[in-house]
Every structure is written in C-alpha cells, then in structure tokens.
C-alpha cells in the first residue's frame, strides 16, 4: 500500500470506528438553544421566498458546495467562485450570512434547510447537528421542524444500524440515524 493510499484509508477507518452521540446528548443540542433554532427557522423560511427549497449551511449554500475554501455549483464543478460571489448569486449579504454562523455556532449545528410543503412531503426545517463517516456508511442527526405529525421512527435496530425520531416539543423533533 502506498503512503498516500494509507493517509486516505486510515482517517476514514477511524472516523467509521468511533461511537456515535447518544440521542440524548443530540436531543440536548436543542434544549440548551431553543429560541436560536426558532431564530434559523425563520430566517431560512423568510431567505427561500418563492424557491421550493432553499439550504444555507458552512460548506454549502443554495447549490453551491465549498470545498478548500473555494465554491463550485453542482451543475459546474470546474468553476470555482469565492464565498462572496456565491452569496451575491444566492442573495445573502454578508451580514446575513454572518448571522446564520452565529446561530450555527449557538445551536451546535452547520446546516439549515427549509423546503416548501409539496404534493408528497409537508414544510419542514431540517438543522443539521451531527455527521460522521461516508453518506453509505455513516450517521446523522438532525433537529426538524414541521407543522404535519412527526414521521414515525422505523424502529430498525442492530448493532450500530437504527433510526430514531424523539419529539423535543413545538413542532421540533430529533432524526438520528446510523447505518
């Protein structure tokens, strides 16, 4: 195996080895800040305005990813733009955007989304408050709002595979999940 095969295998190996949070301890992620995830939630509502969904997040926004400090679009990986022009193509100030980091920064948190009620799914805000290992492979927890009825947990549990909802109150609930 060569060196640089090794510096990529060995991180994502310990990253996939290390124990998740309890859902407690995501769930507490919310107790601690109830009135910053209020905050976000109304700011990503008020920012989407008429899109279907919008996302504002530390590593992406709208439909921009960033990745070494340089922005690409999903439709167009070869060009590379600065966190200020995408922010102009999305219409966030700076300011805004600032803003956003502070409450991230409060609710423990990197990402928020907000989608539109449609045809097969209601409104519903998704703050992302935890993620490890590979989208395969990996966790992830995420504090929700929605006006509809929770989804119901699908309850599957093995040895480090579930998923599970805990209503935290006022429309907020936790959706942890590993495979």
């Known amino acids: 195996m060569n060196k640089l095969s090794t510096f990529?295998?060995?991180?994502l190996v310990l990253v996939s080895c290390s124990s998740p949070p309890s859902t407690e301890a995501l769930a507490a992620k919310y107790s601690v800040a109830p009135e910053a995830f209020e905050v976000l939630k109304k700011m990503i509502t008020d920012d989407t305005g008429e899109k279907e969904c919008f996302v504002v997040g530390l590593d992406n926004i709208g439909e921009y990813w960033e990745y070494n400090g340089e922005w690409t679009r999903n439709s167009d990986y070869k060009t590379r733009l600065s966190l200020s022009e995408v922010l102009k193509v999305v219409g966030l100030t700076e300011k805004r955007y600032g803003e956003y980091k502070k409450l991230f920064a409060k609710t423990s948190s990197e990402r928020v989304k907000f989608c539109h009620a449609l045809e097969y799914a209601p409104e519903e805000v998704n703050v992302l408050v935890y993620r490890a290992g590979l989208s395969v492979s990996g966790c992830s927890g995420e504090i929700n709002w929605r006006h509809e009825p929770?989804?119901?947990?699908t309850?599957?549990?093995e040895e480090g595979d579930f998923s599970e909802i805990t209503p935290l109150g006022n429309g907020w609930y936790l959706d942890y999940q590993c495979n």
């Open 150 to 153: 929770l989804p119901s947990s």
């Open 155 to 157: 309850g599957k549990k």
């Open 8 to 11: 990529i295998i060995v991180p």
